[in-house]
Nanobody, 123 residues
Framework: DVQLQASGGGSVHPGGSVRLSCTTS????????IGWLRQAPGKEREVVSC????????YYADSVKDRVTISSDSAKNTVYLQINNVKPEDTATYYC????????????????WGKGTLVTVSS
């Protein structure tokens, strides 16, 4: 079974940093594109970033482009999301999801989901 587990959330002060981890199992790492998505209270789930399986290329949403880095460690079957200079609007539950294709921009297109990890940005 394809499984993903997001971790690393918590309470962060504005301007701080947080690194989220997505540990994967049940498939050959690199076969699926892995996306990071988030859902803030009262808002729709949105794609924050994605790493394409075919060539390792990356996508970032405009709202986070200058503050976020997605990376991977194939030895650990893990994809990371580093968020720097966090802002209150980054408060959300963050999910990682897998897709066999090319990093869908719509959350509903992802085939496999892990449980989320909550990031709360507050002073």
């Amino acid at each position: 079974d394809v499984q993903l587990q997001a971790s690393g959330g918590g309470s962060v002060h504005p301007g701080g940093s947080v690194r989220l981890s997505c540990t994967t199992s049940g498939f050959t790492f690199g076969v699926y594109s892995i996306g990071w998505l988030r859902q803030a209270p009262g808002k729709e789930r949105e794609v924050v970033s994605c790493m394409r399986s075919s060539d390792g290329s990356t996508y970032y949403a405009d709202s986070v482009k200058d503050r976020v880095t997605i990376s991977s460690d194939s030895a650990k079957n893990t994809v990371y999301l580093q968020i720097n200079n966090v802002k209150p609007e980054d408060t959300a539950t963050y999910y990682c999801a897998a897709d066999p294709g090319y990093c869908p921009r719509l959350a509903a297109k992802y085939d496999y989901w892990g449980k989320g990890t909550l990031v709360t940005v507050s002073s």
